[in-house]
Each structure stands twice: as C-alpha cells, then as structure tokens.
C-alpha cells in the first residue's frame, strides 16, 4: 500500500508565501506524474499543478509565475512553492501520485489527505 503525506499548509497574509511537501511512502516501484490539486469551499476540485517523472510540469491559469512545483525523484516527494499568495488562492491543497507498486501491476493514483492553506487579506 502506498501513504502520501503532506505536513505543512497554513495561515498567511495577502502576498506571503507557504511550501507544501508530500512524501509517497509504501511500496513504490515508480512514480510518475506528481502534483497537486485544491479545493475552496463550495468549488470542484481543481488541478494546481502537476510535474512529470521527466520534470515536465503544468500550472493551472491563475498561478501561473506565483507557484512552482518539484519533485525528488530518489525521495518520491513533490514540492508546491507558493508565492504572491492571494484570498483565492485559500483551499485544501491535495497531493497526488501515479504509481506502480510492482512491475506486474497497473499505475494507480493515490492522493493525500489535503492541507488547509488560508490567505488573509
């Protein structure tokens, strides 16, 4: 089985930054595609951004030059820098992961328990 987990999110005012991490842990024979999604009260989830095991990586419209996401390969974690944080930008940030666990088995996606980011303006 594999866990993701996200320690960080938090309390900022308008045009502060936050870091989000979220380690995948388990049995991982590879991970692919990592990323993030949020979710404000009353919304659909959305795609924040998400980086490929290539490092290729896709931001969503409205953070596009305010946030950037990474990843360690070798320690399966992904990284949300956040910057110039908005209001809007406030929601449950989750984590997700395309993996395999073993060779034989097909790629599943996991996702994290999400992480409360709040911006005050």
């Known amino acids: 089985q594999v866990q993701l987990v996200e320690p960080g999110g938090g309390s900022v005012q308008h045009g502060g930054s936050l870091r989000l991490s979220c380690a995948a842990s388990?049995?991982?024979?590879?991970?692919?595609?990592m990323g993030w999604y949020r979710q404000a009260p009353g919304n659909e989830r959305e795609r924040v951004a998400t980086?490929?095991?290539?490092?290729?990586?896709n931001y969503e419209d409205s953070v596009k030059g305010r946030f950037t996401v990474s990843r360690n390969s070798t320690k399966n974690t992904v990284y949300l820098q956040m910057n110039s944080l908005k209001p809007e930008d406030t929601a449950v940030y989750y984590c997700?992961?395309?993996?395999?666990?073993?060779?034989?088995?097909?790629?599943?996606?996991?996702w994290g328990k999400g992480t409360l980011v709040t911006v005050s303006s």
């Open positions: 997700t992961a395309n993996i395999r666990e073993r060779p034989e088995l097909n790629i599943k996606v996991y």
């Open positions: 388990g049995s991982i024979f590879s991970a692919y595609t």
């Open positions: 980086i490929s095991n290539s490092g290729l990586s």
